[in-house]
């Protein structure tokens, strides 16, 4: 199944990926297998050399570590396999993570994969080997995870999905997935576009990585989104694996090639359209007027350049995913049942609210 298109009837509507879920349990303390009280007791007992309780202290606090089914008193190891650092949006769920995890007091084993399944499986073996707590995976394309999910599966490992998910045949070798809803995302941007152009308008869409849930699911809802308007027509489409750089290269070649055909511009993500706001500059053109911009993420850069006029709108995706994502792991670490699908709610932001609403904005 499609993990990421799923909507299993208990999913969790999350406010906004900052709120913290009410009744989480208590944050587990740093240090906490070697109290102090403890260290206390034995310098009262001089007959115990400090060695020898050293050592016992070291094997109670290695027994603790085996046991990763229970949320015990040592710190949390997690894995974390995240994508790389593509977009504004994606070093803001990074710090995102990395912040929770050292306010809680939890070891972080993070490792970049830029941009590579290969690398990211290679991070997961190790995080197995390394018989972490939990092994959090930002997927950067849907399929090829099966083998190496088993071996986590098999090691007892849970397994977390944040922001993209994945293709299995067995929707049992992660435990959840939190994300936005990216076809929703899609359909409101071509929603906004049919307004904005009362239906008539020809596109040019800048596709995110090939292969991720984003693109897939995000030009899918935009397809739905402009179906029931004939006068709405995609003239070209092609990745730019969601990067400023290759957004504007892509912009150029299709400014070259479609020159004055294009009306409007629909990117998977601000990187890419901001990237194409300078190809749309160079060519002599105003983006945001002769050539019309929709994309999506939020992100501070988009506001500046919806400000500044050259953005139009942009599709809200929250990247800010560590408190929930902590949250929800010491509830699998508790034994709680948590939802497949744990979905961020996300909305549209164009010019009209953009400068009241920038100084708000956390990402
Ligand atoms: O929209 C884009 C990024 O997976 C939701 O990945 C994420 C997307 C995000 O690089 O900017």
């Excluded at 109290?35 to 016992?56: D, E, F, H, K, Q």
């Excluded at 504004?88 to 070891?107: D, F, L, P, V, Y």
């Excluded at 993500?269 to 019309?292: C, F, H, K, T, V």
């Amino acid at each position: 199944m499609r993990s990421r298109s799923c909507r299993p009837p208990n999913a969790v509507a999350c406010g906004s990926a900052a709120d913290a879920l009410p009744g989480a349990p208590p944050h587990l303390g740093v240090g906490d297998g070697l109290n102090l009280p403890g260290r206390a007791r034995t310098r009262r007992r001089r007959s115990v050399p400090a060695a020898l309780l050293l050592l016992i202290a070291l094997l109670i606090q290695g027994c603790d570590r085996s046991n990763s089914s229970g949320s015990g008193t040592r710190p949390l190891v997690v894995g974390f396999s995240q994508v790389g650092a593509e977009s504004a949006w994606r070093t803001a769920e990074t710090q995102s993570i990395k912040e929770e995890a050292a306010k809680r007091g939890a070891t972080l084993k993070f490792a970049d994969a830029q941009q590579k399944l290969a690398n990211q499986i290679k991070a997961v073996r190790s995080f197995i080997v390394q018989n972490v707590d939990v092994i959090v995976i930002a997927p950067v394309v849907e399929t090829g995870w099966e083998a190496v999910l088993t071996e986590a599966k098999e090691a007892g490992i849970p397994v977390v999905l944040v922001d993209r998910g994945i293709e299995v045949r067995d929707d049992a070798l992660f435990a959840t997935l939190i994300a936005s809803d990216f076809v929703e995302e899609g359909r409101m941007a071509a929603g906004w576009l049919a307004e904005r152009t009362a239906g008539k308008a020809r596109i040019v869409e800048l596709q995110g990585t090939t292969g991720s849930a984003p693109a897939i699911d995000r030009q899918r809802g935009f397809a739905e989104g402009i179906a029931n308007h004939p006068g709405l027509k995609i003239i070209k489409t092609q990745s730019a694996d969601f990067t400023r750089a290759k957004g504007k290269e892509v912009m150029e070649a299709f400014l070259k090639a479609a020159g004055d055909e294009i009306d409007a511009v629909y990117a998977h993500n601000d990187d890419m359209a901001i990237g194409a706001i300078q190809a749309i500059e160079e060519a002599g053109l105003r983006p945001g007027e002769d050539i019309l911009l929709v994309s999506i993420d939020a992100v501070r850069d988009a506001f500046v350049a919806m400000v500044a006029g050259k953005l139009n709108a942009t599709v809200e995706c929250n990247p800010l995913m560590g408190p929930i994502l902590f949250d929800t792991i010491e509830q699998i670490r508790a034994g709680a049942a948590v939802p497949k699908f744990i979905q961020n709610q996300d909305e549209l932001f164009d010019q009209s609210v953009a400068a009241e609403l920038i100084d708000s904005r956390k990402y």
